[in-house]
């Protein structure tokens, strides 16, 4: 599956960004989708995914209550509305697709080139 992320941008801090991503090549709704992302320096990490229907979902703890992951298996389109942005926010985010609804990256197969966002204090 072919992975296209879009919506990143420069943000005020307690501002708010919807990401989108794109789907292609494969059913989509067969797959987990999962949002990672990596700030300079640093480690890819954890944001949350989605399971094939989206009933359930999983957050890290840094984003909960903030961020919100959802998905139109329609549109082959998943989603990340990120709301109360903070400038530790700031980093490149990408979109996977894997088969387990889990944090760790390992288990996603297909992954998108990235969005940048980017959170001014």
């Known amino acids: 599956v072919q992975l296209v992320e879009s919506g990143g941008g420069l943000v005020q801090a307690g501002g708010s960004l919807r990401l989108s991503c794109a789907a292609s090549?494969?059913?989509?709704?067969?797959?987990?989708m999962g949002w990672f992302r990596q700030a300079p320096g640093k480690e890819r990490e954890f944001v949350c995914a989605i399971n094939w229907g989206g009933s359930g979902t999983y957050y890290a703890d840094s984003v909960k209550g903030r961020f919100t992951i959802s998905r139109d298996n329609a549109k082959d389109t998943l989603y990340l509305q990120m709301n109360s942005l903070k400038p530790e926010d700031t980093a490149v985010y990408y979109c996977?697709?894997?088969?387990?609804?889990?944090?760790?990256?390992?288990?996603?197969?297909?992954w998108g080139q990235g969005t940048q966002v980017t959170v001014s204090s």
């Open positions: 996977a697709a894997g088969s387990k609804l889990v944090p760790t990256s390992d288990e996603y197969s297909y």
């Open positions: 090549g494969r059913t989509f709704r067969r797959y987990v």
